[in-house]
């Protein structure tokens, strides 16, 4: 029985595996982190046309039946790809993963902490939707401004639902995710970039001014302070951020 709570909906298309695995344009050299190999589909694939691929799998159940049937080249590891640290895994190169919906946002920010070429994750459409929005888009959001700040990301196509067990309710996406060597723009301070953009994304519908004046003082000379979020661009974000951290620090 498939454990919803964990997010499995089992891809059941070869030719889907296929395409996710040629994205990665794997290589003999490289080395592969899959989280979440399920019952192996994307894994045996990958594991025929990359040096190494290491495979985080949270169901030890899962883990006894890959176990038998996967190639030794693949190194299975039981644990939650959320707690372990990746530090302690061999180096990787490139990340793929049909990810569990449920920790898409926490394990994709995890692995913009580590250095990696490029990833090719499987998303819900929407949320896939959420990454690459831009500003004046509904789907422009909190998520929009971190990924495009920290990534090159693009939808490489939507696969059906039809095409995992059990049928998940929605679409999804398969994203490809390139680190930035640098930053499209510089935020004097990151964190509090991040936390402006998350406060100012809490309140979406509101003028800029209502949101900043009930934290900060001397708003005058600022830029945007009748728009809402929602309209600036993560740059003009940026620069609201880099002018509030000035004022204050
Ligand atoms: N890769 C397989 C496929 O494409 O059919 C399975 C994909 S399924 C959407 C997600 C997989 O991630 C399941 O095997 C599930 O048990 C596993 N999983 C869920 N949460 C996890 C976590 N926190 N760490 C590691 N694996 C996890």
Not at 27 to 32: A, G, K, L, N
Not at 54 to 59: N, R, S
């Given at each position: 029985m498939a454990k919803k709570k964990i997010g499995q909906n089992f891809l059941i298309d070869k030719?889907?595996?296929?395409?996710?695995v040629d994205y990665v344009n794997p290589?003999?050299?490289?080395?592969?982190l899959e989280i979440g190999p399920g019952k192996g589909i994307i894994t045996k694939l990958l594991a025929k046309k990359v040096k190494k691929v290491?495979?985080?799998?949270?169901?030890s159940q899962l883990i006894n039946n890959l176990e038998s049937t996967l190639p030794d080249n693949v190194t299975l590891i039981n644990a939650d790809a959320l707690k372990i640290d990746f530090k302690s895994l061999p180096a990787f190169n490139k990340i793929v993963s049909n990810?569990?919906?449920?920790?898409?946002?926490?394990?994709t920010f995890k692995f913009l902490k580590y250095?990696?070429?490029?990833?090719?994750?499987?998303?819900?459409?929407?949320?896939a939707k959420r990454m690459v929005a831009c500003s004046g888009s509904k789907d422009y959001s909190r998520l929009s401004v971190g990924?495009?700040?920290?990534?090159?990301?693009?939808?490489?196509e939507t696969v059906s639902k039809e095409f995992f067990f059990p049928i998940p309710k929605v679409d999804s996406s398969i994203v490809e995710l390139i680190p930035r060597e640098n930053p499209p723009f510089k935020a004097l301070n990151e964190q509090f970039f991040f936390d402006i953009t998350k406060k100012l994304f809490g309140h979406r519908r509101k003028k800029i001014k209502n949101i900043l004046e009930d934290v900060y003082s001397k708003l005058e000379n600022l830029?945007?302070?009748?728009?809402?979020?929602?309209e600036l661009t993560p740059e003009q974000i940026g620069e609201l951020s880099n002018l509030l951290?000035?004022?204050n620090h």
């Open positions: 030719q889907v595996a296929e395409r996710e290589s003999e050299e490289d080395i592969v290491i495979a985080i799998e949270i169901d990810l569990p919906f449920q920790i898409s946002s926490p394990i250095p990696f070429s490029k990833a090719v994750l499987i998303y819900q459409k929407d949320f990924i495009y700040y920290k990534t090159h990301c693009r939808i490489l830029p945007y302070l009748d728009k809402r979020v929602e951290f000035k004022i």
